[in-house]
């Protein structure tokens, strides 16, 4: 008998031990497909220390890993990862590893309300990182809050986004500070008095911004001599640009992503349009300068980080992420947010004690921390009250302007 009980507990040891090594490896990027995950540089890793952690806690990531603005989505993706790394190197979460399950929202709301529903009914995540841009968000959003899912977004700046419900929260600034800081630039350091305005009228994000520009530029003094409109996927944008250029305006606001405004900024400039061109944070990406080439540069656009910020925390994060990958480029806004957002919801899931969605949003409300893109509280719409920077682009880079404070 004494034998037989020894020979069972061996047995049973010998299942569990293969069933741990089975979810350690397979839980991280699942919902991935193989060729957004090779674009997006690997899946995500388990942390050099997961072998020594007991249990596991999964955070969802929604992510534009394919489409349009598939750039966007493989930097968030690959800060993520080294988020991931650095905690399970640190502990885990509370003594769990810290598992990011990746999924692919290709840039389209429809899309994000799948994958989003899939992390929560199939992986059983207990938050969420993401969506990254603010249509995708919107899609989201009343899923997480319905399922009463901690959902934290690092990029979608559309002040409707948190509106939705009380589990949503967002660690960027909104869109109506961000068109009041470009106007204010427009204003005050250009000197312009007119603009002209040309977005994509079925995008949230971006005529969500072109409204707010247009309401701070005209509080301002300054006129919006032209406001154009267009549709999402147009690349013809000739027929809008005769019309701007018509009016001689001294700026341009193009409030989009990097892909559609650096083919805009060609065709405008071949359409005799000289105004300086503004933009908000969709711009923050080394293809928009592979795409626009000299079209984009001279202008100016509203950013959450500059990796020419000397603090501690922008040294430390442009060090561990270009050891991580190998690299001499310096990690973008994108990577830093959702770093930005993952760290934050990490620290409150430990500060929480907990993976019960009331315990982390009750932590989250009560943030108050400094990460790679400054010092973060929310407000009472769990909004995060920070601080903006302005990048000027020249020479087909990205350089600081302004840092300028809510």
Not at 328 to 357: C, E, F, W
Request: glycine letters at 10%.
């Amino acid at each position: 008998m004494h034998k037989k009980l020894v020979a069972l507990a061996l047995s049973a040891a010998i299942v569990a031990s293969f069933t741990g090594c089975q979810n350690a490896s397979g839980s991280s990027s699942a919902a991935t497909s193989a060729a957004a995950s090779s674009a997006a540089s690997g899946s995500a890793s388990s942390g050099s220390s997961g072998a020594a952690l007991s249990g596991e806690v999964k955070i969802g990531a929604v992510m534009p890993l394919t489409g349009s603005v598939a750039a966007f989505g493989q930097s968030g993706q690959k800060a993520l990862q080294l988020l991931e790394d650095q905690v399970n190197a640190d502990g885990g979460i509370n003594g769990q590893k810290l598992t990011f399950v990746f999924v692919d929202d290709e840039g389209k709301p429809a899309t994000a309300a799948t994958v989003g529903k899939k992390l929560i009914d199939n992986d059983k995540v207990v938050a969420i990182v993401g969506p990254l841009t603010s249509n995708c968000a919107l899609s989201l959003a009343p899923i997480a809050q319905q399922y009463k899912i901690p959902m934290v977004t690092g990029t979608g700046t559309n002040e409707k986004v948190t509106k939705v419900g009380d589990f949503i929260f967002r660690t960027c600034f909104i869109d109506p500070f961000q068109g009041k800081v470009v106007a204010k630039l427009a204003s005050s350091d250009l000197k312009a008095q007119t603009a002209a305005m040309l977005y994509d009228n079925g995008n949230d994000y971006s005529k969500g911004l072109a409204q707010n520009f247009q309401k701070s530029f005209e509080a301002n003094g300054g006129k919006v001599v032209s406001s154009e409109t267009y549709l999402t996927g147009d690349k013809d944008f000739n027929a809008q640009l005769t019309k701007i250029a018509a009016t001689n305006p001294d700026v341009l606001f193009l409030p989009d992503y990097y892909s559609t405004v650096a083919v805009i900024a060609k065709q405008a400039r071949s359409a005799g349009i000289k105004a300086t061109f503004l933009g908000g944070d969709g711009w923050d990406s080394a293809d928009l300068f592979k795409i626009g080439g000299d079209a984009v540069n001279g202008a100016y656009f509203s950013n959450h980080y500059s990796p020419d910020d000397t603090s501690a925390e922008v040294v430390q994060f442009i060090k561990d992420f270009k050891s991580k990958y190998n690299t001499t480029d310096a990690p973008d806004a994108m990577a830093a947010l959702n770093y930005d957002a993952g760290k934050v919801l990490v620290q409150s899931i430990q500060k929480a004690g907990s993976t019960d969605s009331a315990a982390i949003q009750s932590a989250l409300k009560a943030y108050d921390g400094t990460v790679v893109s400054g010092h973060i509280k929310f407000d009472e719409n769990r909004d995060a009250i920070k601080s903006a920077v302005i990048i000027k682009t020249d020479g087909g880079k990205e350089t600081f302007y302004t840092k300028v404070e809510p």
